[in-house]
């Protein structure tokens, strides 16, 4: 059996960028920047009122009751060339720009208007209430490195400095399909005898998209050797290509079959509990997952080999999940041969230190208590058991949310 580590490093050691391509910021969430941002602009551009109030010379507030003449109105979207002069004020708006003269905005809260004049209630520091041209991003500011992916916010702060369209690297088109002839699609009616629901490839579709990928679907392979080799000829005109099932030791283990005597195909036993047997290679030009069949095992699998791959395709700097130190719940008993994925609830983060306990059945059918889990503790190779207390290794998936709809014990 291989380590994980030296099956992961020897996975990632065959994937390469895809190259790189422009996108409008409307689509650039999830993906990955091909070059450093340096700001072409200052953000904000000018600087302006933070609060609603009165644009006035600090000095004139440094005492409570100064009484200013009120010489204009600034709107945010205008600009003045009115310069306010000592014993002067101009009412100013949340983000106009600061007029000439003034230096210092009086929140309208601490003030009260007299006829043309507003009185100022309160002592005020200078530049109180001013944000500063570039106080949020100075122009010529290195803003965000090559190998980040984009979340939100980083699409957020591209628009501000003006950046609408910005360099990434291309998404792999993915190729995926189930392999079995028990399986039955999800929303079919009824279910024959024998029969299965197809779960691998609604889930896989979901964890491509996750994965910021491009899917492309090729549906339910019945473990026919000449249907499979054809869908895989079709599937290798994709980036990648993701299969579940047929690659352990049973007899009709198609994908093995077909597969087996090709010699840029591996097949493993990786050192890892569930998803032991994995396939990695090409098929033509397309990288190559057989992932195994059982739904935990094709999770687990895809996590540790296809997720990080498919991440460093895209040129993504982070491509493993972080993982934080928790204290387990209870004693977990696991096979000292392997490295264990159990799928665990993680309590008590609201206080730390963080605790996990099992989130339901640990078979590798069993995919409801890993939609109950926040994440993966792993139980290290040479371990075969983890006390009540004992420090363990969490890779989280998610953070805990709600839990109502079902209780994972
Ligand atoms: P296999 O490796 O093909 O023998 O599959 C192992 C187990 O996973 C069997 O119990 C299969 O029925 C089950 N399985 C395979 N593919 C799927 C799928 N797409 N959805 C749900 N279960 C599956
Ligand atoms: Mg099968």
Same mark, same amino acid.
């Given at each position: 059996?291989?380590?994980?580590?030296?099956?992961?490093?020897? +996975?990632?050691?065959?994937?390469?960028? #895809?190259?790189?391509?422009? &996108?409008?910021?409307? !689509?650039?969430?999830?993906?990955?920047?091909? @070059?450093?941002? &340096?700001?072409?602009?200052?953000?904000?551009?000018?600087?302006?009122?933070?609060?609603?109030?009165?644009?006035?010379?600090?000095?004139?507030?440094?005492?409570?009751?100064?009484?200013?003449?009120?010489?204009?109105?600034?709107?945010?979207?205008?600009?003045?060339?009115?310069?306010?002069?000592?014993?002067?004020?101009?009412?100013?708006?949340?983000?106009?720009?600061?007029?000439?003269? *003034?230096?210092?905005?009086?929140?309208?809260?601490?003030?009260?208007?007299?006829?043309?004049?507003?009185?100022?209630?309160? @002592?005020?520091?200078?530049?109180?209430?001013? $944000?500063?041209?570039?106080?949020?991003?100075?122009?010529?500011?290195? +803003?965000?490195?090559?190998?980040?992916? #984009?979340?939100?916010?980083? +699409?957020?702060?591209?628009?501000?400095?003006?950046?609408?369209?910005?360099? +990434?690297?291309?998404?792999?088109?993915?190729?995926?399909?189930?392999?079995?002839?028990?399986?039955?699609?999800?929303?079919?009616?009824?279910?024959?005898?024998?029969?299965?629901?197809?779960?691998? /490839?609604?889930?896989?579709?979901?964890?491509?998209?996750?994965?910021?990928?491009?899917?492309?679907?090729?549906?339910?392979?019945?473990?026919?050797?000449?249907?499979? /080799?054809?869908?895989?000829?079709?599937?290798?005109? @994709?980036?990648?290509?993701?299969?579940?099932?047929?690659?352990?030791?049973?007899?009709?283990?198609?994908? =093995?079959?077909?597969?087996?005597?090709?010699?840029?195909?591996?097949?493993? !036993?990786?050192?890892?509990?569930? *998803? =032991?047997?994995?396939?990695?290679?090409?098929?033509?030009?397309?990288?190559?997952?057989?992932?195994?069949?059982?739904?935990?095992?094709?999770?687990?699998?895809?996590?540790?080999?296809? %997720?990080?791959? #498919?991440?460093?395709?895209?040129?993504?700097?982070?491509?493993? %999940?972080? !993982?934080?130190?928790?204290?387990?719940?209870?004693?977990?008993?696991?096979?000292?041969?392997?490295?264990?994925?159990? $799928?665990?609830?993680?309590?008590?983060?609201? *206080?730390?230190?963080?605790?996990? &306990?099992?989130?339901?059945?640990?078979?590798?059918?069993?995919?409801?208590? *890993?939609?109950?889990?926040?994440?993966?503790?792993?139980?290290?190779?040479?371990?075969?058991?983890?006390?009540?207390?004992?420090?363990?290794?969490?890779?989280?998936? =998610?953070?805990?949310?709600? $839990?109502?709809?079902?209780?994972? %014990?």
């Amino acid at each position: 059996m291989k380590p994980l580590e030296e099956a992961r490093s020897e +996975v990632l050691s065959s994937v390469g960028l #895809l190259g790189v391509e422009h &996108v409008p910021i409307w !689509q650039a969430h999830g993906r990955v920047l091909a @070059a450093d941002v &340096v700001a072409p602009e200052s953000v904000p551009p000018f600087a302006n009122s933070a609060m609603d109030g009165f644009a006035v010379r600090g000095a004139d507030v440094s005492a409570a009751g100064a009484v200013l003449e009120v010489i204009g109105d600034l709107p945010a979207g205008s600009s003045s060339h009115t310069e306010v002069g000592t014993g002067e004020a101009i009412k100013i708006m949340t983000g106009a720009p600061m007029p000439p003269g *003034a230096d210092t905005v009086v929140r309208v809260e601490d003030t009260a208007m007299e006829g043309s004049k507003v009185i100022i209630s309160s @002592a005020v520091e200078r530049g109180t209430s001013v $944000r500063p041209a570039g106080g949020d991003v100075p122009e010529g500011h290195l +803003v965000f490195t090559v190998g980040t992916r #984009l979340t939100p916010m980083h +699409v957020g702060v591209l628009a501000t400095i003006g950046i609408g369209m910005p360099a +990434v690297f291309k998404r792999p088109r993915v190729a995926f399909m189930s392999t079995g002839d028990e399986l039955t699609p999800p929303d079919a009616e009824g279910l024959e005898p024998g029969a299965i629901r197809d779960s691998n /490839r609604p889930m896989l579709l979901a964890l491509l998209e996750d994965a910021g990928v491009e899917p492309v679907d090729l549906g339910i392979i019945p473990d026919d050797p000449d249907v499979l /080799r054809d869908a895989l000829a079709r599937a290798a005109e @994709a980036d990648v290509v993701v299969s579940t099932g047929g690659v352990s030791m049973g007899d009709y283990d198609v994908t =093995k079959m077909v597969l087996k005597g090709d010699a840029h195909v591996d097949f493993w !036993q990786v050192a890892i509990q569930p *998803a =032991k047997p994995f396939a990695f290679g090409h098929i033509g030009d397309a990288l190559f997952f057989g992932l195994p069949g059982n739904p935990v095992s094709v999770l687990v699998s895809f996590e540790q080999f296809a %997720r990080p791959s #498919l991440l460093k395709m895209q040129g993504a700097r982070h491509v493993l %999940r972080p !993982q934080l130190v928790a204290s387990a719940g209870e004693t977990f008993a696991t096979d000292p041969e392997k490295t264990v994925f159990v $799928r665990v609830l993680v309590e008590g983060l609201e *206080a730390g230190p963080p605790i996990v &306990v099992k989130s339901g059945g640990q078979a590798s059918n069993v995919l409801s208590a *890993a939609a109950a889990a926040d994440g993966f503790a792993l139980v290290p190779r040479g371990t075969a058991t983890i006390e009540r207390g004992d420090p363990l290794m969490v890779e989280m998936f =998610k953070w805990p949310e709600s $839990r109502e709809w079902i209780d994972g %014990r």
